[in-house]
């Protein structure tokens, strides 16, 4: 199993580990079916009232899709199948609040994940970046999901200054893309210390409001990914130039502000 979870039933709070350190915890097809799976199991659990959701280790939250999985794809530029776009809990229809508790890495695919929790609490070890543009690819649900947590411009440097840059956890809590900052390893607990809280109120109350708050955006989100299809199939180099492009990739570190 490449997912972790523990639920303590007597604070309501269920961890959600992303569980392959060897791999940065990047996600592969197996992952992403397990996220689902555990979104879907997490609905149904009446005993878990909050949830957590990390990566082991303090090297990544995720590095997002690992990059040694196929994704087979139909023969039609109308027809692009995305693996990691329906592994947030808001894709799966749960609306228990999710806090992330961000170590390390969080880059690429990780914003399918950041975009869709209540709030972010990183270590001070954490960066945040997205190499798609570097390697020939089209950020668009990743953008669309962080255009609308922190400020536009901000958004678009992130996502289009590729692997030159990463975001420093200081920096993200300047800007609100991350709401608590403690030191290197202390997310997770002050993620959970925040979830039980959580989990303590009416469940209803909390749940309405987790969805009120996604209501807000939710027209204009929607109307948005109804173009990444498009964009992605438009913009993207064909895979044999991506992997020579990341097969060159620079070695020199990057810039992290």
């Given amino acids: 199993m490449s997912i972790h979870v523990t ?3 007597d ?3 269920a961890v959600v580990t992303l569980d392959r350190p060897a791999r940065l915890n990047a996600m592969d097809t197996t992952t992403a079916d397990e996220l689902r799976a555990t979104w879907q199991e997490l609905r149904h659990d009446d005993t878990t009232r909050a949830v957590v959701l990390t990566g082991t280790g303090t090297r990544a939250f995720t590095t997002g899709l690992d990059r040694d999985t196929t994704v087979p794809q139909p023969n039609s530029p109308f027809m692009q199948d995305d693996p990691l776009l329906t592994v947030g809990p808001k894709a799966n229809d749960l609306w228990k609040p999710v806090i992330a508790a961000v170590e390390g890495m969080a880059c690429g695919g990780a914003f399918y994940l950041l975009g869709e929790c209540e709030f972010i609490v990183a270590g001070a070890g954490a960066v945040f970046f997205d190499p798609h543009t570097t390697y020939g690819m089209v950020s668009a649900y990743e953008s ?6 922190m400020p536009y411009g901000e958004a678009a440097r992130l996502m289009l200054m590729g692997t030159r840059e990463r975001l420093s956890a200081e920096r993200a809590y300047a800007m609100g893309l991350v709401s608590e900052l403690t030191e290197t390893g202390g997310a997770l607990s002050a ?8 989990a303590s109120y ?5 749940q309405g409001t987790v969805r009120a708050l996604w209501t807000a955006t939710e027209a204009t989100r929607t109307a948005a990914f109804s173009h990444a299809p498009h964009l992605i199939t438009l913009g993207n180099l064909p895979p044999d130039q991506q992997a020579k492009l990341f097969a060159a990739r620079s070695t020199d570190g990057p810039r992290i502000r």
């Fill in 7 to 9: 639920t303590d039933k």
């Fill in 11 to 13: 604070t309501g709070v």
């Fill in 144 to 149: 669309i999901l962080l255009a609308h947590r």
């Fill in 191 to 198: 993620a959970t210390a925040c979830a039980t809280t959580l």
């Fill in 202 to 206: 009416p469940p209803t109350a909390v």
